[in-house]
T-cell receptor, first 117, second 112 residues
């Protein structure tokens, strides 16, 4: 398996522009997570899906952020409009239904480094 | 909100030395996981502990879950340069389906 795939790996944009980050989870996994990592705040959960349905989006910073999962093999995280404070590394992770939730392994993608000028 | 505090935040040691990283919280977690992250990559799971007092060993790494399931430690014996990386603890909350709360991380550098 290729693992979790994220694109682009790097994104540089100007303030006010729309940014779309993409994620392809591991085939067969039914949970998908979006995280943001910064030096100041560490790794923060933004939103997660189960079977393509958003379960908890309480970590989404504000209305400028939105996430969708139209099917089991694709998810997007959109920021519109983007601001300099959104600069961070955004990770997508997926996990499978095997095992109990206490022992689930989350498999992370390589991340998208976003810079908003 | 459940918080996990890790200490130390940064650690730089010589090859062959031993070290311990701590992960503490005032909240009880149903499980505790440790991840290692290398530059330009996502975190990779090292171990999961689920029982209070549980100890797991992974080669030179020893992980312990506190008796009250509020804290954990990672001990590395005879550290090697290949151990360099960001170590993250993550707690699974009781009753939550899949959410993890990540600690702030410990950046370990092992000098040859």
């Amino acid at each position: 398996d290729a693992g979790v795939i994220q694109s682009p790996r790097h994104e540089v944009t100007e303030m006010g522009q729309e940014v779309t980050l993409r994620c392809k989870p591991i085939s067969g996994h039914d949970y998908l997570f979006w995280y943001r990592q910064t030096m100041m705040r560490g790794l923060e959960l933004l939103i997660y899906f189960n079977n393509n349905v958003p379960i908890d989006d309480s970590g989404m910073p504000e209305d400028r952020f939105s996430a969708k999962m139209p099917n089991a093999s694709f998810s997007t995280l959109k920021i519109q409009p983007s601001e300099p404070r959104d600069s961070a590394v955004y990770f997508c992770a997926s996990s499978g239904a095997s095992g109990t939730f206490r022992t689930d392994t989350q498999y992370f993608g390589p991340g998208t480094r976003l810079t908003v000028l | 909100t459940q918080l996990l505090e890790q200490s130390p935040q940064f650690l730089s040691i010589q090859e062959g030395e031993n070290l311990t990283v701590y992960c503490n919280s005032s909240s009880v977690f149903s499980s505790l996981q440790w991840y290692r992250q290398e530059p330009g990559e996502g975190p990779v799971l090292l171990v999961t502990v689920v029982t209070g007092g549980e100890v797991k060993k992974l080669k030179r790494l020893t992980f312990q879950f506190g008796d009250a399931r509020k804290d954990s430690s990672l001990h590395i014996t005879a550290a090697q340069p290949g151990d360099t990386g960001l170590y993250l603890c993550a707690g699974g909350a009781s009753g939550s389906a899949r959410q993890l709360t990540f600690g702030s991380g410990t950046q370990l550098t092992v000098l040859p």
